[in-house]
């Protein structure tokens, strides 16, 4: 994360630690423009338009263990 100050990365690391996947995405995150309303503050970021695959997470099937890579749901 690049130009966030630490208060927006405290918060986006925050909003990536209970989303892994949104983790990913966020950690490409650049400040594009900051306005402080006086009530409050706005910080507009963008990331990359192809965030990074979250990593690949295996688990015990009664045997050894299986990828199910594009199997969808069912």
Partial sequence: MS???????????AMGDADPALG???ATAKVTTRENS????????TTARTPP??????????????WMIDMGDG
């Avoid at 130009?3 to 690391?13: N, S, V």
């Avoid at 695959?53 to 299986?66: C, I, S, V, Y």
């Fill in 38 to 45: 006086g009530h409050g503050f706005f910080t507009r970021i």
């Fill in 53 to 66: 695959l979250p990593p690949m997470k295996t688990r015990q099937m009664n045997g050894p263990d299986a």
């Fill in 3 to 13: 130009d966030l100050t630490h208060l927006e990365a405290a918060i986006l690391k």
């Fill in 24 to 26: 990913a995405m966020l």
